[in-house]
């Protein structure tokens, strides 16, 4: 294949427009070979290998995105010996994909299904700060202390969590719902650090992963990303998670004292 500019080349590969592809090479984030690209700079697709942040760019396979709102009881994996329906018996495609990231078994919500490793790394390394929301029903009585430590950081068996964003939507009885997105995917996270409060996550669903979200989605249905929805994930730098003060929280001034 005969050599072609840089920034046509990530526009082809669906990285953005010609123009936003250029901002990413004036960025200093696209390398071609061992060398950062500069504007102008061309290459082949073929014999060249170009990189986006680090990571290496597959430019000869089509790249698919779908975004699948799982229902529980699925696997989050490709296969199961055991012959558990996995979250690829809900995707009708030609063609072999992966799913990014992972959902338990009974976790409910946001799942990223693409044939795309690059785009795949980014969403998961931590050093991209992709962020994670999801909505939890929880048992167990949340005092203003036990928030402090989930918002802070929770002491797990490996080790203690980075800050994360939570708030309180809802108190009904002994049960209490809450929001929280975190910036790391460690196994079952949510429902260890609840654990580590005394809470019971009784459902879990994940509601937005970065700039994407469930909107339109029915549970066990999927679409396709846009070319927008796919630019922004591929660019995706999220700001530090901010805070939220207890007097946004709900139910907490009739809870127990912490002790």
Not at 33 to 53: F, H, Q, S
Not at 128 to 141: H, I, R
Not at 161 to 184: F, H, Q, S, W
Not at 225 to 242: F, G, I, K, N, S
Request: glycine share 10%; hydrophobic share 35%; proline share 5%.
């Amino acid at each position: 294949m005969a050599e072609m500019r840089v920034q046509k080349i990530l526009a082809g590969a669906g990285l953005g427009s010609r123009r936003q592809c250029e901002e990413l090479i004036v960025e200093g984030r696209v390398k071609v070979n061992d060398r950062v690209a500069k504007l102008g700079d061309k290459a082949d697709p073929e014999r060249d290998i170009i990189y986006l942040d680090g990571v290496p760019l597959d430019l000869r396979t089509e790249k698919k995105y779908f975004l699948l709102n799982k229902p529980p009881g699925y696997i989050t994996t490709v296969s199961d010996p055991q012959g558990r329906p996995t979250v690829m018996d809900l995707i009708r495609e030609e063609g072999r994909f992966f799913p990014v990231g992972r959902l338990d078994k009974d976790t409910r919500g946001l799942l990223l299904i693409t044939n795309d490793g690059h785009l795949a790394q980014r969403v998961m390394h931590p050093r991209f700060g992709m962020s994670k929301t999801y909505t939890v029903l929880a048992e167990g009585y949340l005092t203003p202390g036990k928030l402090k430590r989930l918002r802070e950081g929770v002491e797990l068996e490996d080790g203690i969590t980075i800050p994360a964003k939570v708030r309180v939507l809802g108190r009904y009885g002994d049960r209490v719902l809450l929001e929280i997105t975190l910036k790391e995917g460690r196994k079952r996270q949510v429902r260890r650090m609840c654990a580590a409060v005394g809470l019971k996550v009784l459902d879990l669903v994940r509601t937005r992963l970065g700039p994407l979200d469930l909107s339109g989605v029915p549970e066990g249905s999927y679409r396709e990303l846009t070319p927008e929805e796919v630019r922004a994930l591929l660019v995706w730098r999220d700001e530090d998670l901010q805070k939220d003060g207890l007097e946004r929280d709900v139910g907490l001034e009739n809870e127990e004292p912490e002790e």
